[in-house]
């Protein structure tokens, strides 16, 4: 593989994955961390990339919000997921959508849907949804974040209590096999878990990074969850929980 070539790669898998490690770059490239220091020095001279600790990444992704970054990690994953739940959804249905970066590739991902009743909290999903198609779209009040431009708080909940949908979806940070559904933040993971008490259906989706690791706070056991849609088998622990629970999990791969 001559340097041009490999130049490029790196900078086609910045652009699909935004920051991106060393040791991954030596990883998907078959070198070793030293080629990939020497490879990504002059990338570095010119401006192409910019390195951190440990890492680089595309000048233009330094300047993006949070939700932005996540929305480029694991993107094909995560479409892929919308996807397979989307074509559950029939149209004229009502769905609760919380904020996250899956979820908002599902909104999309349902703008071919027709009479939808959507309730979420998400700006960024009652944009994509709302004067389309006939749908109605209901949005949580609350302060916004600057991050996501999601509300929460108790006024969201409250809001939100008020619904009974068809469908509930949620997207997570963690799942673990003893404690079930989980997150990093308390006011995401308290309207998520209010997102799911409000479904006939409710779902959890989530790419399979998330599976093993264990947040802060706990947003509900799976015995409260009907689906989860990820894009690989979940780890064996994991399996056994949510089969025991009756939760139906659908593979995107």
């Given at each position: 593989?001559?340097?041009?070539?490999?130049?490029?790669?790196?900078?086609?898998?910045?652009?699909?994955?935004?920051?991106?490690?060393?040791?991954?770059?030596?990883?998907k490239l078959d070198v070793s961390l030293e080629t990939v220091r020497?490879?990504?020095?002059?990338?570095?001279?010119?401006?192409?990339?910019?390195?951190?600790?440990?890492?680089?990444?595309l000048p233009s992704i330094l300047g993006e919000a949070p939700f932005?970054?996540?929305?480029?990690?694991?993107?094909?994953?995560?479409?892929?997921?919308?996807?397979?739940?989307?074509?559950?959804?029939?149209?004229?249905?009502?769905?609760?959508?919380?904020t996250g970066t899956t979820t908002s590739y599902l909104a999309r991902?349902?703008?071919?849907?027709?009479?939808?009743?959507?309730?979420?909290?998400?700006?960024?999903?009652?944009?994509?949804?709302?004067?389309?198609?006939?749908?109605?779209?209901?949005?949580?009040?609350?302060?916004?974040?600057?991050?996501?431009?999601?509300?929460?708080?108790?006024?969201?909940?409250?809001?939100?209590?008020?619904?009974?949908?068809?469908?509930?979806?949620?997207?997570?940070?963690?799942?673990?096999?003893?404690?079930?559904?989980?997150?990093?933040?308390?006011?995401?993971?308290?309207?998520?878990?209010?997102?799911?008490?409000?479904?006939?259906?409710?779902?959890?989706?989530?790419?399979?990074?998330?599976?093993?690791?264990?947040?802060?706070?706990?947003?509900?056991?799976?015995?409260?969850?009907?689906?989860?849609?990820?894009?690989?088998?979940?780890?064996?622990?994991?399996?056994?929980?949510?089969?025991?629970?009756?939760?139906?999990?659908?593979?995107?791969?």
């Amino acid at each position: 593989m001559n340097h041009s070539k490999r130049h490029n790669d790196i900078l086609r898998l910045l652009q699909q994955d935004g920051t991106v490690t060393i040791a991954d770059l030596a990883k998907k490239l078959d070198v070793s961390l030293e080629t990939v220091r020497r490879d990504i020095r002059p990338l570095t001279t010119n401006g192409a990339v910019v390195k951190m600790h440990g890492a680089v990444a595309l000048p233009s992704i330094l300047g993006e919000a949070p939700f932005e970054k996540r929305m480029r990690e694991n993107s094909d994953a995560k479409k892929a997921i919308a996807i397979a739940v989307a074509a559950t959804i029939r149209d004229g249905d009502s769905i609760m959508l919380d904020t996250g970066t899956t979820t908002s590739y599902l909104a999309r991902e349902l703008l071919g849907h027709r009479r939808l009743t959507v309730v979420t909290n998400s700006s960024d999903i009652a944009r994509t949804l709302s004067t389309v198609n006939d749908n109605r779209v209901y949005m949580a009040g609350g302060e916004l974040r600057s991050d996501n431009g999601a509300a929460f708080g108790i006024s969201a909940i409250e809001f939100i209590s008020h619904f009974t949908v068809g469908h509930a979806v949620i997207s997570t940070g963690a799942i673990d096999a003893t404690i079930g559904v989980m997150d990093y933040d308390l006011e995401e993971a308290e309207f998520a878990r209010a997102v799911v008490a409000q479904g006939r259906r409710a779902v959890v989706v989530t790419d399979h990074t998330k599976f093993g690791r264990q947040g802060l706070v706990r947003v509900c056991d799976f015995a409260a969850l009907t689906d989860l849609f990820t894009d690989k088998a979940p780890p064996r622990d994991v399996a056994t929980a949510l089969k025991t629970a009756g939760v139906s999990i659908t593979l995107t791969t």
